[in-house]
C-alpha cells in the first residue's frame, strides 16, 4: 500500500475533523495517541507522521483534551519530545482519567467517515498501532457459505446474524457493517474472516442494492480488499469485539429480512384488534 506523506495525511484528518462545521479534532487527537502509544517502538516515519498530525491539532483541541493526551504520554517511554514540549507549554485543566472511550470514538470516525477518509483511517491504524496477535479464522466454510447464500438471497436480516457469529461481535454492530451503504465496513469482515475475493466481489453485488448498482465503487471495494494490510484489520477487529456502538433506528431494505416476534399467547384471536388481521407485509416502510 502507498503509504501517504504526513502532511498529506494532516490535511486530510483536518478536512474530516472540520466537515459539516462539526470539530472533531479532539477525538482525532485522543484517537491517533491511543494508537501511538499502544505500539512501544516506532520507526522513523512513523514518528514523524504522529508528531505533525499532533503538533497541527493540539493548538486546535480544548484543554481536557491536551491534558488526558499528554496523560497517555506522559506514561509512554518513547514520547516524543516536540509534542511533550508543545502540550507543556499550552494551558492545562489538569489531569483526565484515560479509558475506553477513544475505542468507540474510533468507531465512530470511522462509520462517520467518506470512503477517502475510512482508507485514511485504515491507513493510519496500521502504521500507529501494533497489531494484536493474530488469531485462527473465527469461522469454518459452512458459515462462509451460509454468508454468501444470503447475500445473493438479498437476506440482510440472515447475514447480519451469520456475520454475528462469524465475527464474534454484538448484534448492533453486525447489522451497521451489513447495511453500510459504502462497503468498507463489509471489507473488512470479508477480509478478517478469511472469505476469498471472488465470492466478496458476489456478496457486494446483492447484498445492499446501494452498492450493488456501482460498478465502480465494487471496483473500489475490491482494490480496498487487496490492499488491505492484516495489522489494520486485526486492529479494527479487536476494537469491533470490545465496543458496542449505538444501535440506529433504521427501516429495513426488504420487508421480511427481519423476523417478527412471536404474538404473546396470552391474547384469545377472538381478542386481537382488527387492524392486526388486516397487517400486510407490504405496507412495511422501505428504505436503507
Not at 445473493?152 to 447480519?160: A, P, T, V
Amino acid at each position: 500500500m502507498v503509504k501517504l506523506s504526513a502532511s498529506n495525511s494532516l490535511d486530510s484528518l483536518v478536512d474530516l475533523a472540520c466537515r459539516d462545521g462539526v470539530d472533531i479534532r479532539p477525538t482525532l487527537l485522543r484517537v491517533l495517541t491511543d494508537l501511538y502509544v499502544q505500539k512501544p517502538i516506532h520507526g522513523a516515519e512513523e514518528e514523524t507522521q504522529f508528531v505533525e498530525l499532533a503538533l497541527g491539532l493540539i493548538d486546535a483541541v480544548d484543554a481536557q483534551t491536551r491534558a488526558a493526551v499528554a496523560a497517555s504520554l506522559s506514561a509512554y517511554a518513547a514520547a516524543p519530545a516536540a509534542v511533550l514540549r508543545k502540550l507543556a507549554a499550552a494551558p492545562s485543566a489538569g489531569p483526565r482519567v484515560r479509558g475506553e472511550p477513544a475505542r468507540n470514538d474510533l468507531i465512530a470516525l470511522f462509520f462517520s467517515a467518506n470512503p477517502d477518509e475510512r482508507r485514511l483511517i485504515l491507513t493510519n491504524l496500521d502504521v500507529a498501532s501494533e497489531a494484536p496477535p493474530r488469531r485462527p479464522a473465527p469461522v469454518a466454510g459452512e458459515l462462509v457459505r451460509r454468508l454468501e447464500g444470503a447475500a445473493l438471497k438479498r437476506d440482510q436480516g440472515e447475514f447480519i446474524r451469520v456475520l454475528e457469529r462469524a465475527l464474534g461481535v454484538s448484534r448492533a454492530l453486525a447489522e451497521v457493517i451489513t447495511r453500510d451503504n459504502s462497503g468498507e465496513p463489509i471489507v473488512v469482515a470479508a477480509k478478517a474472516i478469511g472469505i476469498k475475493a471472488d465470492v466478496l466481489q458476489r456478496i457486494l453485488l446483492f447484498l445492499n442494492p446501494v452498492i450493488g448498482q456501482s460498478a465502480q465503487r465494487i471496483y473500489e471495494l475490491a482494490r480496498l480488499y487487496d490492499e488491505l494490510r492484516p495489522g489494520a484489520v486485526d486492529r479494527m477487529l479487536a476494537i469491533w469485539r470490545t465496543t458496542t456502538p449505538r444501535r440506529t433506528v433504521h427501516a429495513p431494505v426488504y420487508w421480511n429480512d427481519e423476523r417478527a416476534p412471536p404474538r404473546p399467547a396470552s391474547t384469545p384471536p377472538s381478542q386481537r384488534p382488527v387492524a392486526e388481521n388486516n397487517t400486510r407485509p407490504s405496507a412495511r416502510i422501505k428504505g436503507t
